[in-house]
């Protein structure tokens, strides 16, 4: 079982810049892939970004160039440094892992809003 806690999110203004963290705890591998989605509409997650378990980063179109995923400190931890962030990045952000048979985990979600 693996447990995911995202914090970080907030208001913040077109243009800004945010940093989301997550927390992995539980069964899963040493250097497991963590990932970023986001949920604009209900029950519709999109990826944000990845981190893989050699540290290689994938991200999506959308947020090229302005947004980077990082380990965090902590064990199992992953940041999400997003910076020129406009209204269209308002959404739900999750922080997402699998564990060792392959199941999926879900934080529960960090809102952020872009707004004036």
């Known amino acids: 079982q693996v447990q995911l806690v995202e914090s970080g999110g907030g208001l913040v203004s077109p243009g800004g810049s945010m940093r989301l963290s997550c927390t992995a705890s539980?069964?899963?591998?040493?250097?497991?892939?963590l990932a970023w989605y986001r949920e604009k509409i209900v029950n519709r997650r999109e990826l944000v970004a990845a981190l893989t378990s050699d540290d290689r980063t994938t991200y999506s179109d959308s947020v090229m160039g302005r947004v980077s995923i990082f380990r965090g400190s902590g064990e199992h931890a992953v940041e999400l440094q997003m910076n020129a962030l406009a209204p269209e990045d308002t959404a739900l952000y999750f922080c997402?892992?699998?564990?060792?048979?392959?199941?999926?985990?879900w934080g529960l979600g960090t809102l952020v809003n872009v707004s004036t």
């Open positions: 997402h892992t699998k564990d060792v048979w392959g199941t999926n985990y």
């Open positions: 539980g069964f899963m591998a040493e250097n497991p892939t």
